[in-house]
Nanobody, 123 residues
Framework: EVQLVESGGGMVQPGGSLKLSCVAS????????MSWVRQAPGRGPEWVSI???????AYTDSVKGRFRATRDNAKNTISLYMNGLKPEDTGRYYC?????????????????RGQGTQVTVSS
């Protein structure tokens, strides 16, 4: 059974930082492409970043230069370092198994995500 457990969310002021983490189990982690997807209140899911098995990363334009994804294959973990947070970064952040950069299939998202962790950026 695929399990993804996110942690690290919270409430911060604009300009603040957070580190999100996701521990994976139930599948062979090291070659697996992993994504971070967020969902703001009242909006659909939005792909945020992707990291492949060797650490190659990509980001949506709105977070480039502020967010950084990493992975530790020995610990079956990916992380998302978020700096310079803005109110528009507010949302629930999900760790997702798979590539959602170009083709976002809702059914696949629902089947391959964790429960998410809430990030709120507010003064």
């Amino acid at each position: 059974e695929v399990q993804l457990v996110e942690s690290g969310g919270g409430m911060v002021q604009p300009g603040g930082s957070l580190k999100l983490s996701c521990v994976a189990s139930g599948f062979t982690f090291s070659p697996q492409v992993m994504s971070w997807v967020r969902q703001a209140p009242g909006r659909g899911p939005e792909w945020v970043s992707i990291i492949d098995g060797v650490g190659k990363m990509a980001y949506t334009d709105s977070v480039k230069g502020r967010f950084r994804a990493t992975r530790d294959n020995a610990k079956n973990t990916i992380s998302l370092y978020m700096n310079g947070l803005k109110p528009e970064d507010t949302g629930r952040y999900y760790c997702v198994r798979g590539d959602f950069q170009y083709d976002f299939i809702m059914r696949m998202f629902e089947m391959n995500r964790g429960q998410g962790t809430q990030v709120t950026v507010s003064s």
